[in-house]
């Protein structure tokens, strides 16, 4: 497979396809131009169809710009035949660009196919062993934005023999500076069918480090876009992460292929309400209560002892005549509305109509000819609201958890048999707030407030929701997650080893039942192409101890001096040490993390700049000028950065409250390095990397 130079024979293969990216990029701007020419003047009907059709016409121009150092093609396919044509002999095939966006001519055809269409797919696919019906699979090689190599493989020539792409191997290696960049010049097969899975199910993929899981599962978004955009344009599609320094680092990824309309957030942003911040802290074995899917049934019987049992006949006075609903008519109606297990607030809305309705029959009965203005005049009668407001009241969310953390007695009534009195002792509050402004919330409550609320009324569901990060969520978080799409799929992304927090994930089988997934399907992605093959060998070490059974990554890049471990004999040593660490690494081209303990960065936040090392915090962005970044090691995970320092791993460890979680802070630490790791310790190393 010859990577080929510029040529300078007059048949010059390299000089057509510079020729070709020129042209393409001439027809990309008429496109644009054609977008920006638009006049909307005569065919809006009001200004609110005006701001909607120039907002959309805004995005359009955004989605049709030509990023100067993104190449806009990176492969050409030419097939034996023309796709979807009998594959008869002599039928003469085609030549398709594949590239980041669909471009065309003035006349309409193609100069570059969309990677996620159809006929891009066996960019990814075609093999020597499955040609798909692939005469010639070519790829691009650019230096700043300039085609400067291309590389071909004849898959159906049999006297050529398979062999590594190392325009491919250059690129998945191609130093990282600014935030995550797209994969789409160099997914893998593997990648490529979960990419390409249909929006109908549910995928929940298990990748260890390095194995590009988030770029699969923002790649997984685009596709679908692409191939169901009607549907999600009505429907809505979000990525949610750990943190926003994560959200931050992967923010240019769809944009930059052409999607600009996917939002992005948090759990805590999915469960956050107006007014209402999160002051308070919860002790650990709090969380762990609070954050158990038991938690929802405990809520949905807070919420249902507010129905009571009317004990008074209703009357209902109409002009002259008054109308009695008994009390255990009443009671019926209720008893019927709790069986159907509905909405505590759309059986409520019921409630009246209900009671209306056996009015109505009574005026039938009496005969009288009522019509359905008369079942809503009753319906709003002061005696029926009366009567609804005392059978089935109005519970506000907040307020039914409040009572929950402050009342011993209301807590002991619901959660008798869901929870042992240990564990209600954790959930009540010291001493309990007076008022839902006043208390001072923790995380945690917000998700059970947002329970309470779906328990009240229906939360609104997306058609695709992409879940990163997701072994570090609780049971309760993953209902959360889950009623973002009760009618839509989910995208659930993990590594079962990374999971750092106390309540973390132990099967996905378990997360996608709480996620209300259950029939999802389980990929697992083994094979690493960021990290380093010495330095996974050495995380893997740890994963006996943090996850035993699960497979470790096998890593494509061998990279000889990658790993370095150093102990510094002294203490006081060892911050001067990591500077100097620091400083070796920017010697080389790429992004540098110095990754360290939660307790240890204010040490280092001083020593660096004092040894003239400007240093960016994460979430910010990297430049060719600034490329050191001091992580927290509570923040690392999902973050990857050309080489890595890692201050003292046993501190690491003990910032954790107990030694399994600290262990799998340590395994996200050690595996955010792509091309160096320099580990430096005073402490010794936990004795699972021995």
Not at 248 to 273: C, F, M, N, S
Not at 314 to 320: A, E, H, K, P, Q
Not at 630 to 651: Q, R, T
Request: with cysteine.
């Amino acid at each position: 497979m010859p990577a080929h130079a510029p040529e300078t024979t007059h048949d010059d293969p390299l000089g057509r396809e510079r020729a070709h990216l020129t042209a393409s990029r001439s027809a990309l701007r008429a496109m644009r131009e054609d977008v920006e020419a638009l006049d909307i003047r005569d065919v809006t009907a009001n200004w609110v169809n005006a701001i909607v059709l120039q907002a959309q016409i805004d995005d359009r121009i955004k989605a049709l710009a030509d990023l100067a150092h993104t190449p806009l093609f990176f492969g050409r396919l030419n097939y034996l035949h023309a796709p979807g044509a009998e594959l008869a002999e002599g039928a003469e095939g085609e030549q398709f660009y594949i590239g980041r966006r669909h471009v065309h001519d003035a006349d309409g055809d193609p100069m570059v196919i969309d990677w996620r269409a159809p006929v891009s797919q066996p960019f990814y696919r075609a093999s020597k062993t499955d040609p798909q019906d692939i005469s010639l699979r070519r790829r691009f090689g650019y230096t700043g934005g300039e085609l400067t190599a291309y590389e071909d493989e004849h898959l159906s020539d049999p006297a050529e023999t398979a062999a590594v792409s190392k325009l491919l191997q250059q690129e998945i290696e191609r130093p990282r500076v600014g935030p995550m960049r797209d994969i789409v010049a160099t997914i893998q097969p593997e990648q490529d069918e979960i990419v390409r899975s249909g929006l109908s199910g549910s995928v929940c993929v298990q990748g260890g480090p390095g194995t590009g899981k988030t770029a699969v599962g923002l790649h997984r978004v685009a596709y679908l876009l692409y191939a169901h955009r009607d549907r999600l344009a009505r429907t809505g599609t979000l990525v949610i992460g750990p943190n926003r320094s994560f959200l931050h680092y992967i923010e240019q990824v769809l944009p930059a292929l052409g999607e600009l309309e996917v939002k992005q957030a948090t759990v805590d942003d999915l469960v956050a309400r107006p007014g209402m911040e999160v002051r308070g802290t919860d002790p650990a074995e709090t969380a762990v209560v609070k954050g158990d899917a038991r938690m929802a049934e405990v809520l949905g019987r807070a919420l249902r002892s507010h129905v009571s049992r009317p004990t008074e006949p209703l009357m209902v006075v109409r002009g002259s005549r008054r109308w009695r609903v008994p009390a255990y008519e009443l009671e019926e109606m209720a008893g019927e509305l709790q069986k159907r297990d509905i909405r505590y607030g759309a059986a409520r809305e019921a409630l009246p109509q209900r009671i209306a309705h056996a009015v109505l029959v009574r005026m039938e009965q009496a005969g009288e000819a009522p019509d359905d203005r008369v079942q809503d005049a009753v319906a709003r009668n002061a005696a029926v609201k009366a009567a609804v407001k005392e059978i089935w009241p109005p519970v506000e969310p907040a307020k039914l958890v409040l009572r929950l953390l402050s009342d011993a007695e209301f807590l002991a009534e619901h959660a008798e048999g869901v929870l042992t009195p240990d564990e209600q002792k954790l959930l009540l509050w010291q001493k309990p707030f007076r008022s839902v402004k006043s208390a001072k919330w923790s995380a945690a409550d917000l998700v059970l407030i947002d329970e309470a609320a779906d328990l009240v009324e229906r939360t609104h569901s997306l058609g695709h929701v992409v879940l990163d990060e997701a072994q570090d969520l609780s049971p309760m978080q993953y209902r959360a997650v889950g009623r973002r799409c009760t009618t839509g799929s989910a995208t659930v992304l993990g590594d079962l080893a990374q999971g750092t927090t106390p309540w973390a994930t132990r099967s996905w089988d378990e997360a996608l039942t709480h996620l209300g997934k259950p029939q999802a399907v389980l990929e697992e992605l083994t094979a690493g192409f960021r990290v380093p093959r010495e330095v996974i060998a050495y995380a893997s070490r740890l994963l006996p101890s943090i996850s035993p059974g699960l497979a470790p990554v096998s890593s494509v890049r061998e990279t000889p001096g990658s790993l370095r471990i150093e102990e510094v004999a002294q203490v006081a040593d060892l911050t001067a040490a990591v500077v100097a660490a620091c400083r070796d690494f920017l010697a080389y081209e790429g992004s540098i993390g110095l990754i360290a303990a939660d307790a240890r960065i204010p040490v280092l936040a001083e020593a660096l700049p004092a040894a003239g090392l400007p240093y960016l915090s994460p979430g910010e962005e990297t430049t060719s000028e600034s490329r050191l970044t001091l992580v927290p090691a509570s923040l690392a995970k999902g973050l990857e950065y050309d080489y890595v320092v890692l201050d003292e791993p046993a501190a690491i460890v003990d910032g954790e409250p107990d030694e399994r979680t600290g262990l799998r802070r340590l395994y996200v630490c050690l595996t955010r390095a792509v091309s160096g790791l320099a580990a430096l310790h005073s402490a010794p190393l936990p004795s699972a990397l021995s």
